[in-house]
């Protein structure tokens, strides 16, 4: 392979876009000349490299033989010098295939399924290799092969080449006419013998380890992994394989580490070649294992990302982590980040007089992950919510002490629960101190009373007092994962209660429930009812949440996670109280993000999100929006709606490049709105979102 210039290559494209050579036939007839990649080909091989920074550049090339493995070469090209990455590979893709139940209320939004204790089946992915198309798109060149087959599922090979980085993405596109699927996937490079010397890895506790292939004779493995990335080494340099950090996490309960890479040869029995990988437990956490929606006739994306270097002993994987910043939430001047909504039951673990360090485990790996904040959903499963009084306060009590005692320096805890009583379906309570209160209250019982232990203790019986007591204690509640688990059918079917009307009732929580390969973000669901919140004239927020149970560093926390950016100079003392927390929340002055994708600023007409503005006379305003990524940008959207309709003005961001910031112009024409508010998505389907723009 070679890396030839522009004019070498493409004096013939200047008459013929479409050729045909040997088996496999190349369309180049979308695939623009002044892109930056460039393309050569002869009857046996088609090369194709793309820009680096600083005049280096990367390459891959194809086996058009129809015989051969499909990639014969990658490699970079540094300073003068061409390093042979690796030979001779094939994509893998495992498709395991099972059934969805539609039959609950919740149809395509349910998480209470248990697909993996149902029927399914497992198909390796086949590839017919008839044509080969070069597509350009800004700042990238995409390769499709056709034609791609597993069980019933048909489509294609994409191979997706970022300018400006050694990042590709590898994916395959298949789709099915049958309804009610379920998904996960396996996927990988492989080979017929060895194809590295050496394999790389970091452990849970972020050592760094290796191994020396026997070859073909290896059998495969499967390893629990920090930054879910396993790495091979050639004579020349170094091949990292990942999957995307977020998207390829379908939502469990627990976020144990579930051995999500692999290598070695005979995989599952299915795959007789040398590979590396990544993988999925069939069983999950053995709860509800609910996989990926597979509705028909969508594209589902069955990908994983590539990273070439030229350094060996595992140095690649520091460029890897920058995707992730090592799995931590960037520090951001005036914002601190906010976690929420998690059944650590570690008051339970102290009540049962289990063995507990200083610092528990879940708050040792939030706090290296950079969390500032984590909001608890304490006595979920454990302790007496229900009990009148005698049980329930002494844990409330316990709660708030360590809470008080676990906040320290850059970190506060706080104490929440999902009381799910009183409104309908579930949801998540915060007051800005400690606050005693009884989830039901007797017959001849006080609403409020002193009490001679705790103070003040409220007792609460209905609906109406649910709500007295957030008035009098500015509280704060939100629907807990809405239109989905307990709160299918929710807050749709209170959307005209006196509580829900509330500025105490702030709105609701997103997470990426259900999972789904064929969009390009992280789930619809609570996004679109952020939209029908505003449309039906509710000033309400959305914050994230993470709704997750037991948490150890060695567990797979980032992959599950989400962040909230609240716009705050510092971080309340837990003595003190944490009233600027809820003022963050209430006011919509926070952002929400995966982590890789940042929006310091966001303003319309100067005015930020939860403040209004007023449109000029034509009805335009002026966006400006700073913004900051990792993966190469897909594309930004503003979301607005008049009340009835919501309108999407999508941009094209497919020019960006990997880790870079830009201060974003944009023009909209807004007349006859009520609200607008900003979505942006990366190639890996990481995402920020603001919180909504009123217009009066």
């Known amino acids: 392979m070679h890396f030839p210039t522009k004019i070498s290559i493409f004096f013939i494209l200047l008459f013929q876009a479409f050729f045909a050579f040997g088996q496999v036939r190349v369309d180049l007839s979308e695939f623009n000349a002044n892109s930056g990649a460039t393309v050569t080909q002869s009857k046996q091989l088609l090369e194709i490299t793309w820009p680096l920074e600083n005049g280096n550049s990367a390459g891959i090339s194809f086996n058009l033989d129809g ?51 149902k029927p399914y089946d497992t198909y390796k992915a086949t590839l017919d290799a008839e044509r080969i198309k070069l597509i350009s798109q800004g700042a990238r060149t995409i390769i499709q092969v056709d034609k791609m087959n597993a069980g019933n599922f048909s489509g294609h090979l994409e191979i997706s080449l970022y300018h400006g980085s050694s990042l590709m ?33 970091a452990d849970t506790e972020d050592y760094l380890n290796s191994d020396k292939p026997l070859g073909i004779d290896t ?13 091979g080494e050639g004579e020349q340099g170094s091949l990292a394989v990942f999957p995307a950090p977020h998207q390829y996490f379908y939502p469990l309960d627990n976020a144990y580490n579930l051995k999500y890479v692999w290598y070695g040869s005979d995989y599952r029995d299915i795959e007789p070649g040398f590979g590396i990988g990544i993988r999925h437990d069939m069983m999950g956490d053995r709860r509800h294992v609910p996989w990926f929606n597979a509705p028909p006739n969508t594209q589902q994306r069955l990908n994983f990302f590539v990273y070439l270097s030229n350094t060996k002993d595992g140095q690649i994987l520091e460029e890897v982590k920058a995707f992730t910043h090592g799995d931590q939430y960037k520090p951001i001047a005036g914002y601190r980040t906010m976690a929420s909504h998690f059944h650590t039951e570690h008051m339970d673990d102290v009540l049962t007089h289990k063995p507990i360090p200083d610092i528990p485990g879940h708050v040792k790996a939030l706090r290296s992950m950079g969390v500032n904040i984590m909001h608890l959903g304490e006595y979920h499963l454990a302790g007496n919510p229900r009990d009148l009084g005698p049980k329930r306060l002494p844990e409330l009590q316990l709660m708030f002490d360590e809470c008080a005692r676990l906040s320290e320096a850059d970190f506060l805890m706080l104490p929440g629960e999902e009381p799910n009583v009183h409104f309908g379906g579930h949801w998540m309570n915060l007051f800005p101190n400690p606050v005693y209160w009884i989830m039901s209250r007797e017959e001849g019982k006080p609403f409020v009373e002193e009490h001679p232990d705790y103070g003040k203790v409220y007792r609460v019986g209905n609906q109406e007092e649910m709500l007295k007591l957030l008035e009098t204690e500015k509280g704060l509640a939100w629907t807990a994962h809405a239109r989905t688990k307990g709160s299918t059918g929710f807050p749709d079917k209170y959307k005209e209660e006196a509580f829900f009307h509330s500025d105490r009732f702030n709105g609701a929580a997103w997470k990426a429930i259900p999972a789904d390969l064929s969009i390009p973000n992280m789930g619809r669901r609570v996004l679109d009812l952020m939209d029908d919140m505003a449309n039906w004239g509710e000033r309400k927020y959305v914050i994230g949440e993470a709704d997750l149970f037991k948490l150890e560093p060695d567990y797979e926390i980032y992959g599950h996670m989400n962040i909230n ?31 890789e994708v940042l929006i310091p600023e966001f303003s319309v007409e100067g005015k ?89």
């Open 67 to 117: 015989r051969s493995e499909l990639i014969d070469q990658l490699q970079i090209a540094k300073d003068g010098e061409v390093y042979q990455v690796a030979e001779q590979l094939s994509p893998l893709f495992i498709l395991t295939v099972g059934e969805r139940d539609l039959s609950k209320g919740s149809g395509w939004n349910i998480f209470f399924d248990r697909t993996a204790y």
């Open 169 to 201: 993405n590898m994916a395959a596109v298949l789709s099915t006419s049958e309804n009610a699927k379920a998904i996960i996937y396996d996927a990988g490079l492989v080979k017929e013998n060895k194809a590295w010397n050496e394999v790389f890895w």
């Open 219 to 231: 059998p495969s493995r499967n390893l629990a992994v920090k930054y879910r990335t396993i790495i």
């Open 565 to 595: 950016y609240l716009q705050m100079d510092k971080l309340p003392k837990f003595e003190e109280g944490w009233q600027p927390v809820l003022d963050a929340m209430e006011q919509g002055k926070f952002f929400v993000s995966t982590g």
């Open 608 to 696: 930020g999100s939860g403040e209004s503005i007023q449109l000029k006379s034509n009805g335009k305003a002026e966006m400006k929006v700073k913004a900051e990524w990792t993966f190469p940008l897909n594309y930004a959207e503003i979301v607005s709606g008049d009340g009835e309709q919501v309108y999407r003005q999508r941009i094209d961001l497919s020019d960006t490049k990997a880790f870079d910031h830009q201060v974003f112009e944009f023009s909209a024409t807004l007349k006859g709105r009520k609200w607008l508010r900003l979505e942006i998505w990366d190639v890996a389907a990481n995402g920020a979102f603001t919180q909504p723009i009123w217009i009066e």
